[in-house]
């Protein structure tokens, strides 16, 4: 093996102590391979001990709740009194097979939380076109630390090896640290040091309930890819701040799943979206640093690493067409061939690639790239028959 394939293949030691065995991570999605109540499927253990048998270093999967009334889709995990532990603790023992870990994304999606199964709230009331939420009250704002913490704890309990604070994409502390978002005028509003208080709150609350030796990643994003949004010259100073924290890994995303905003996933691009961004981060911090979205290919992956912009590199639909991927990488394999759609609908991809990945879970062939259609509809009839699940579960 060459000096550059060694580069993807190297272990990384994070600032907890805990090792990585390569660089290549399977970042969090929202697989929705939830029951409908908040506890996992069976077959969600076995997509994620399909992942670790691939190869990667980690898998975090996305959008794990601590509060059913703020959740994104009824697909998603929820830690809390009613969580079916035992299907929990099989999820994290087969998704840490092969030298793997299997993180949880700590979720709220606030703003966007599912008007079918939440109640929207977020730092500023909105009444738009698609997007309708509450001002979330100061008392509800300082008891949010608290909760993140006891969702890390019950995640660290439930043997998951890490969790990634989720502050991008237009969720909930993405939307504080956001001026479009949050039109706040009190101390967690206002100046960036206002409206990052929270992230950082987070974070160190996290910490305080896993303990020293436990990995804490966040999930930043470079740019909210909307007018008047969370922007670059700000994502810096966060990090810049987030340097002074104990969190072992800065996850760099972007975009919003803002109503009529294009997602950074579904952008076309020749390579990483934010890896010019990660160039101009790398100084203004120790941390080990992820690159996330338009890595396709194996050189480029090499190519980011190489640059020294970034430690680890961050993967997602590559892994959904192509679960052994690390595998083929590391044997001089081919690269993932990924469809083409046409003028595919808001959110249709991201639903594509869901339904991609129920057919992993369950080893079946899935959806043909000219089967959008068929697979939104799939989609979106599960999330209909979840619903009524949910809202019997956690009596809304």
Known sequence: MGGAMTALFRPLTLPCGVVLKNRLVKSAMSDSLGDGRGNPCPVQARLYERWAEGGVAVSIIGEVQGDPSVAEKPGNLVLGPSSDEVNLRDLTRRGATNGAQLWAQLGHAGAMAHPPISRPRGPSALNISG???????????????????????????????????????????????????????????????HRMRLTLEVVEAVR??????????????????????????????????LDATTVDLIDISGGTYFPGAASASDRVSSGPYFLEFAAKARPRTAKPLMLNGGVKTRAQAVAAL??????????????????????HWQDNGADPAFPRFTSPPEGGVTAW???????????????????????????????????GLWREQFAR
């Open 306 to 327: 190489d640059s020294g912009a970034v430690d680890v590199i961050g993967l997602a639909r590559a892994l959904v067409l192509d679960p052994v991927l690390p595998r």
């Open 131 to 193: 997007l309708n939420c509450d001002a979330m009250t100061e008392a509800e704002i300082t008891a949010l630390p608290a909760a993140f913490a006891r969702t890390a704890a019950m995640a660290k309990r439930l043997g998951f090896g890490g969790v990634q604070v989720h502050a991008a994409h237009g969720f909930l502390l993405s939307q504080f640290l956001s001026p479009l978002f949050n039109q706040r005028s009190d101390a967690w509003g206002g100046s960036l040091s």
């Open 353 to 387: 690639y869901t339904m991609q990945m129920t057919a992993l879970a369950e080893g079946t062939p899935g959806f043909d790239s000219d089967d959008l259609a068929a697979a939104i509809d799939a989609y979106d009839q599960r999330d209909a028959a979840r619903t």
């Open 208 to 241: 305080a309930a896993v303990g020293t030796a436990f990995p804490v990643a966040i999930k930043l994003n470079a740019t909210d890819q909307l007018e008047g949004g969370f922007e670059q010259a700000e994502a810096l100073e966060v990090i810049s701040a």
